[in-house]
């Protein structure tokens, strides 16, 4: 049995197993960091570098460039969809830079460039393909729940806050939700890749490493209503959309 058919006849299985491997990558390289006490920086970098290695495979094994959007760029037209997230992601540098060191700030940016692929080649790739044909909707609903799910993970040995670390799961699900409706409207992962480096990097100089100490409540608040906010935009994008279920095509 090829991936391709499988995928078509259990598709919330395949998201489901996409998921684990993701799982899987980052609790492996948690387990490993207990032998060699690894920095923050080089386990994200590390977890990251093979989840991006392991999903290309995945998209190559199952021929899916161009349906997972690797293949289409950026249409002129389209640009507009991308300027309420990408001003969002900017609106962290409005408390400031904690990060003077220009070799910092290029490895943030090499990290957050390498985490942005790799998570975007799983969720808005894989993930969401896989169950476009349950219906658009429901695809993104799902696949944005798969992604906000392991932020809950950050907590694991203290890294963020609990209370910050639920309140940024909310955030991620409504950006999830719009990610999936841009990756549906424009048909390319590629400015989603940009866009997820860029909050990542300006979160990263604006609170000076991966650490995320308890945050204030109007910090928590305003994540929540962040995540809203993307989650009506997403919504909004995708209106109509539930019966253009685009239709698998076998290798």
Do not use: C
Request: charged share 10%; no cysteine; net charge neutral.
């Amino acid at each position: 049995m090829t991936p391709e058919p499988f995928t078509i006849r259990h598709p919330y299985f395949s998201a489901a197993g996409f998921l684990l491997i993701v799982v899987g990558v980052v609790l492996g390289v948690g387990a490993l960091n207990e032998f060699f006490l690894m920095s923050t920086l080089e386990q994200v970098a590390m977890g990251d570098l093979v989840l991006a290695l392991i999903g290309v495979l995945l998209v190559i094994r199952l021929r899916w460039w161009e349906k997972a959007g690797f293949t289409k760029g950026v249409r002129w037209a389209d640009i507009p969809l991308f300027i309420l997230p990408g001003a969002v992601a900017l609106l962290s540098l409005s408390g400031g830079i904690r990060v003077s060191s220009v070799v910092t700030i290029l490895s943030f940016a090499a990290v957050t460039l390498v985490v942005g692929f790799a998570e975007e080649t799983y969720f808005r790739g894989l993930i969401l393909t896989t169950l476009l044909p349950t219906g658009v909707i429901r695809a993104a609903v799902i696949s944005s729940f798969f992604f906000a799910a392991p932020h809950l993970l950050n907590t694991i040995g203290g890294i963020w806050d609990p209370s910050f670390a639920i309140v940024d799961s909310v955030a991620a699900f409504g950006l999830g939700i719009t990610f999936a409706a841009l990756r549906v409207r424009t048909g390319s992962i590629w400015p989603l890749i940009g866009i997820h480096a860029l909050f990542d990097f300006t979160s990263l100089i604006t609170l000076g490493g991966f650490s995320v100490p308890s945050q204030s409540s109007q910090v928590l608040i305003t994540s929540v209503i962040i995540g809203i906010v993307f989650l009506i935009y997403g919504l909004f994008l995708l209106r109509g959309s539930k019966i253009n279920v685009p239709e698998q095509v076998t290798a």
